[in-house]
C-alpha cells in the first residue's frame, strides 16, 4: 500500500509540476522583470534546506528580500514591516508567489507537494542530536505545504509545527495518498485568503532582534530535550 501511494504521489508530483511551470512561464517574465527593476540582486534566492532524512538541498525562491538578508537583523524570522523585504517582495510573499520556483525543486524530487515545510539546514541545531519527535518529520520527502500550513502556518509556534508534521507522517502512513489529496485541497483555499504570512514575536516587549534570538534559542533547546 505504502509503496503504491508513494509512486503515485512521485507520478502526481511531476506531472503537476511540469504543467505548471509550462502553463506559468508569462509568469515567471513578468516577476523577474518586476524582481530586476525594484532592487538590486539575484531574481531567485538560494538556500540550503533539509528534506527526507535530513538530506541537504538547494531550495528555490523568487527572491523578496535584500542581498544576504538572512545575515541581517532577526536573520530567519520574519516579522511584519521588516524592512529587509523589497518593495515587489512584500507583494510576492503577501501572495506566496515567491514560493513558485519551489515547482522546479519538486519536479528534480527534492521536495513534493505535500509534506513537511523544509527547514533551513542550521534551523534545528545539530541534525544528528535531535530528539525523536523532531526528527520523526525527516521520515518523508519536504513539501510546498503541509498540514501544518493549513493548521496556522507562522501563527503557530515551531513546536505545533512539528507535532502536525509528525501527524501528517502518520497520516500517510495509514491513508497513503488520500492524505495529500485532502491537506492539497485545503491548501489551496487557504492560499486565497492570505492568512498568517508573518512570524509572531515571541514576547512582545522584546524588539524584534532579541525576539529573533530568543526564539531561535527556544526552538533548538527544544530540538535537544531528552527523549
Not at 539575484?42 to 542581498?67: A, E, H, N
Not at 515551531?158 to 497520516?171: F, R
Not at 485532502?182 to 498568517?196: C, L, W
Amino acid at each position: 500500500m505504502k509503496i503504491v501511494s508513494l509512486f503515485i504521489k512521485r507520478l502526481f508530483d511531476i506531472i503537476s509540476s511540469g504543467i505548471l511551470i509550462i502553463l506559468l512561464t508569462p509568469v515567471w517574465v513578468i516577476i523577474a522583470i518586476l524582481i530586476k527593476k525594484d532592487s538590486v540582486g539575484p531574481i531567485l534566492f538560494k538556500q540550503g534546506r533539509r528534506t527526507k532524512d535530513g538530506k541537504i538541498f538547494q531550495m528555490y525562491k523568487f527572491r523578496s528580500m535584500v542581498i544576504n538578508a538572512e545575515k541581517m537583523g532577526t536573520g530567519l524570522f520574519n516579522y511584519e514591516n521588516d524592512p529587509r523585504v523589497t518593495k515587489i517582495g512584500r507583494k510576492l510573499r503577501d501572495s506566496s508567489l515567491d514560493e513558485l520556483p519551489q515547482l522546479f525543486n519538486i519536479f528534480k524530487g527534492d521536495m513534493t507537494v505535500v509534506g513537511p515545510r523544509p527547514c533551513v539546514t542550521y534551523e534545528l541545531g545539530d541534525f544528528d542530536t535531535l530528539n525523536k519527535k523532531y526528527k520523526k518529520r525527516f521520515q518523508v520527502k519536504a513539501g510546498l505545504t503541509g498540514l501544518a500550513q493549513i493548521k496556522g502556518r507562522n501563527d503557530i509556534s515551531w513546536d505545533e509545527k512539528v507535532t502536525y508534521d509528525n501527524e501528517y507522517v502518520d497520516m500517510f502512513n495509514k491513508f497513503g495518498f488520500l492524505a495529500d489529496i485532502i491537506i492539497g485541497i485545503e491548501s489551496v483555499f487557504k492560499a486565497f485568503k492570505h492568512n498568517n504570512i508573518y512570524e509572531n514575536k515571541i514576547d512582545d516587549s522584546m524588539n524584534d532582534e532579541e525576539s529573533a534570538r530568543a526564539e531561535e534559542e527556544e526552538i533548538i533547546r527544544l530540538a535537544h530535550l531528552p527523549d
